[in-house]
């Protein structure tokens, strides 16, 4: 399983900037943005790629998962 799929990504429409623009909280805030949300998605989860490549070659550890069914449990959990 990519690494990537441990994350929310967020794209949504910024009336501010009159764009797309993408996120993934917990690893980065606002970093690509454009007119295709399809185009700003795919940006969007080649730079969380590249950002745990980053993370795993500098022998950090990564955040914890903020997607997945672990996540969804703990959040039922905890309500």
């Not at 790629?49 to 990564?62: Q, S, Y």
Request: hydrophobic letters at 40%.
């Amino acid at each position: 399983m990519k690494g990537r799929l441990r994350y929310l990504k967020i794209v949504e429409w910024s009336d501010e900037d009159q764009c797309f623009v993408g996120q993934c909280p917990g690893i980065i805030g606002p970093c690509c943005h454009g007119d295709n949300e399809a185009q700003v998605y795919a940006e969007l989860c080649q730079i969380v790629d590249e950002w745990i490549e980053l993370m795993i070659k500098d022998g950090k550890a990564l955040p914890p998962a903020t997607a997945g069914r672990n996540v969804a449990e703990r959040l039922l959990l905890a309500a």
